[in-house]
């Protein structure tokens, strides 16, 4: 398992793939960072030399935000929506569907596991009541 940016890549997985465990890099990246730093996308990350590594890591760090700095980044963003109060800031601090989507059903991503509002009760408690309300 090569170490890239103090991140553990698979090394048995193509590079292509292998670059994707990295926080901010998708598909296209993946392949345009191979491009650049000049290495075959289709090598196993642990046939990478230490060179390769090192071409790696200077194209990752000079030219792309990632891990740490993208996720600080986004959180800000996040921080600033919910500061000025607008409708997406809201959504973000009540923990709902921020895009758009329906929250009558599904939405249990967000909103998390059900919780029942009202009265539940047991068999016996209904009978109880039914019988004191006559």
Known sequence: MPRVLGID??????LEYSLRYIYGIGPALAKEVCEKAKLDPKKKADDMTDE????LVSVLQNEYRIEGDLRREVAANIRRLISVG???????????????QRTKTNARTRKGAKRTVGIVRGKEARSAAKAASK
């Open 52 to 55: 390769d590594i090192q071409s």
């Open 9 to 14: 890549i698979p090394g048995r997985k193509k």
């Open 86 to 100: 607008s409708y997406r800031g809201r959504r973000h601090r009540a923990g709902l569907p921020v895009r758009g």
